[in-house]
Antibody
């Protein structure tokens, strides 16, 4: 069974940083692209970033480009999201999601339960 | 970015009703369109990919259709467990985008 477990969320000040992790199990991690998707309180889904199985191809939404960095450690079956220069509008539940494909973001299945990031002074 | 617009934003329906949700893309996306269901406090769940391919374990009352810019998700006979929010998502471009969601509520 595929399992995805996010961690690292919490309270950060505007301009601050956080690093999210997503521990994966139940599949050959390096074969699949992985993604981060967020959901602000009471709002819809927003794709944040995706990374290919090898880590060689990386994609970002314009809203986080230059501030967030996605990475993965295939030896540890773990996905990361380094979040810098945080803003109030980054407050959201952050989900990691396994992709159906290996390179570009396509179809997200399954999803983790999410980790909550709150940006506030 | 490709904009995805769902309609309606919310609807009220009764158990047994036929429900149709539409999703329109700002440009042609062929059939690079997925549908997700999200229940309160839960992660989204993939229902349909490639516009019309039902995922394993998803009840056959769910169906998807469309290509190009216009897509529909249909629930043929609404069940109590179907009350949720539904999202479409395009994967035609590398920077994928979601619709704003359609909340299906109990009438």
């Amino acid at each position: 069974e595929v399992q995805l477990l996010e961690s690292g969320g919490g309270l950060a000040q505007p301009g601050g940083s956080l690093r999210l992790s997503c521990a994966a199990s139940g599949f050959t991690f390096s074969t699949y692209a992985m993604n981060w998707v967020r959901q602000a309180p009471g709002k819809g889904l927003e794709w944040v970033s995706g990374i290919s199985g090898s880590g060689g191809s990386i994609y970002y939404a314009d809203s986080v480009k230059g501030r967030f960095t996605i990475s993965r450690d295939n030896s540890k079956n773990t996905l990361y999201l380094q979040m810098n220069s945080l803003r109030a509008e980054d407050t959201a539940l952050y989900f990691c999601a396994k992709d159906h494909g290996s390179v570009v973001p396509t179809t997200f299945d399954p999803w983790g339960r999410g980790t909550l990031v709150t940006v506030s002074s | 970015d490709i904009q995805m617009t769902q309609s309606p934003s919310s609807l009220s329906a009764s158990v047994g009703d036929r429900v149709t949700i539409t999703c329109r893309a700002s440009q042609s996306i062929s059939t690079y369109l997925n549908w997700y269901q999200q229940k309160p406090g839960k992660a989204p769940n993939l229902l349909i990919d490639a516009a019309s391919t039902l995922q394993s374990g998803v009840p056959s009352r769910f169906s998807g259709s469309g290509s190009g810019t216009d897509f529909t998700l249909t629930i043929s006979s609404l069940q109590p467990e179907d009350f949720a929010t539904y999202y479409c998502q395009q994967s035609y471009t590398n920077t994928v985008t979601f619709g704003q969601g359609t909340k299906v509520e109990i009438k």
